[in-house]
C-alpha cells in the first residue's frame, strides 16, 4: 500500500455492526477504510484482554482508530497496546468522569447485573437501547445497523461500559460530541469537537460533516 495513504480503522458502538459507517466517504489519495466488528466475548473476559485480541486486526502500523460510543471507550483500550497516529472518538467518553450519573449509579449499586439483557434480543427494544429513545419514529431504518444482540456480548458490554475505569484522559484523543447527546450528555464532557444539533447517531445522519472534517482532524 501507497505509505502516503493513511490506514483509518472504525469501529461501530454497541450493538451496532460496520454499516453504521455506509456514508463515511474519505479521499482515496489520502485514506484507506477498514470497518472492524464486534467480536463475542470469552467468558469473564476483561476490557484489556477484549482489546487486545481486537488488535489483532489492525493490519497496519501506526493506523488511525475511530470509535463510536463503546466503540470509543475499546479503540482508547486498543491503544494501549498498538501505536497511533490519531484516536478518534464520537459520541463517547475520555474517561469514568464523563459518564452520565445513571451510569454511575448502576456501577455503585452493582443494578446493571440485574438489567433485562434477554430482553434486548427484541430487535427494537434494542434499536431504542442502543440509539436512545428519540429515534422511535425511525427505527425501522436504523434496525439494520443492529446486528450483535446475544445476550453474553450484551452482558458484557454494558459491564464493560459501567465499570470502565479510566481516571484520566489519554493525550492523543480527538473526541467528537453531539450537543444533543442523550447517551452521553455534552454537558458531562470535557474539552471536545461540537457539533451543534448532533445526537447519540450523528455518525450516521451527519455523515457530511464527518466526511468534510475527519481528513482536517486527521492531518
Not at 454499516?19 to 472492524?36: A, G, M, N, R, S
Not at 450519573?101 to 447485573?113: C, D, E, G, N, P
Not at 492523543?172 to 454537558?187: E, Q, R
Request: aromatic residues 10%.
Amino acid at each position: 500500500m501507497n505509505q502516503q495513504v493513511i490506514p483509518v480503522y472504525l469501529m461501530p458502538g454497541m450493538a451496532a455492526n460496520p454499516t453504521i459507517f455506509e456514508h463515511i466517504k474519505l479521499p482515496e489519495h489520502q485514506f484507506k477504510l477498514y470497518w472492524l466488528e464486534w467480536k463475542l466475548p470469552k467468558p469473564n473476559e476483561t476490557l484489556s484482554s477484549y482489546a487486545k485480541r481486537m488488535c489483532k486486526d489492525i493490519k497496519h502500523d501506526n493506523p488511525v482508530l475511530l470509535g463510536v460510543s463503546f466503540g470509543g471507550i475499546l479503540v482508547q483500550e486498543m491503544s494501549k497496546y498498538i501505536s497511533c497516529n490519531k484516536i478518534i472518538i464520537v459520541s463517547s467518553v475520555k474517561t469514568k468522569h464523563e459518564l452520565p450519573k445513571r451510569i454511575r449509579l448502576l456501577r455503585a449499586t452493582k443494578a446493571y447485573k440485574i438489567l433485562p439483557t434477554q430482553l434486548l434480543s427484541n430487535i427494537d427494544l434494542l434499536a431504542k437501547y442502543a440509539f436512545g429513545n428519540t429515534i422511535t419514529k425511525r427505527i425501522e431504518l436504523y434496525k439494520k445497523y443492529l446486528s450483535v444482540s446475544d445476550k453474553m456480548y450484551l452482558d458484557w458490554a454494558i459491564q464493560q461500559v459501567v465499570c470502565w475505569d479510566q481516571d484520566q484522559a489519554l493525550d492523543n484523543v480527538i473526541h467528537i460530541h453531539g450537543d444533543n447527546d442523550k447517551v452521553f450528555p455534552f454537558a458531562n464532557l470535557g474539552a471536545c469537537v461540537s457539533i451543534k444539533g448532533g445526537t447519540h447517531i450523528m455518525i450516521i445522519n451527519k455523515y457530511k460533516w464527518f466526511n468534510e472534517n475527519l481528513p482536517k482532524l486527521i492531518a
